[in-house]
């Protein structure tokens, strides 16, 4: 906690120092900080920040498990999009919780379809896709004219029977 509040070389300092969050400066006695917030219920407990924009003080603070903890982290985006409200999203989770996170509402965030985005930009290559000359399947990508390595291995082999075949025909001449 210290660290994260003090250190500017501290990994996460930026989260925490860094938004100027501090903790009460009784708390640099240790005997005070256990005096407000009392011995560590367990180790699977940690200190959390009921308000995450607060400072670490004895209203502020409390022991609480990892798995709660998440539930409060800043980046917990928002609690109202549910796994099953993404499963019927037109776009995907990234895209919904950044959009949900720039202001859109839910229902928006997960009804829209993306415009410009890789999404759109992939699912239109991959419409562009060619047939493979050996076989007929698919390409796999638009860049790629074969659907397999087995497919390109036998275009390879064909093309150098073929040339193999014209040195032939010309040394004959």
Not at 34 to 58: H, V
Not at 69 to 77: D, R
Not at 144 to 168: A, D, P, V, W
Request: glycine share 6%; with cysteine.
């Amino acid at each position: 906690m210290r660290n994260r509040c003090d250190n500017p070389s501290y990994w996460s300092y930026k989260h925490y120092g860094g938004r100027g969050i501090t903790y009460d400066p009784r708390w640099k006695d240790f005997g005070e900080f256990l005096a407000d917030m009392g011995e560590r219920p367990g180790k699977e407990y940690s200190l959390d920040r009921i308000d995450n924009n607060g400072n670490y003080t004895k209203e502020n603070c409390r022991w609480i498990t990892q798995k709660e903890q998440v539930n409060n982290s800043s980046k917990v985006l928002n609690a109202r999009v549910t796994k099953d409200m993404l499963k019927t999203a037109k776009a995907s989770a990234a895209v919904v919780y950044k959009r949900v996170r720039n202001g859109w509402s839910v229902a928006d965030a997960i009804s829209t379809k993306p415009t410009s985005t890789y999404a759109v930009q992939h699912e239109r290559a991959m419409a562009r896709r060619s047939n493979c000359p050996i076989c007929g399947k698919k390409a796999h990508t638009h860049k790629n004219r074969y659907c397999s390595r087995e497919c390109y291995q036998e275009s390879r082999r064909r093309y150098y029977e073929q040339k193999k075949k014209l040195q032939t025909e010309q040394t004959t001449i």
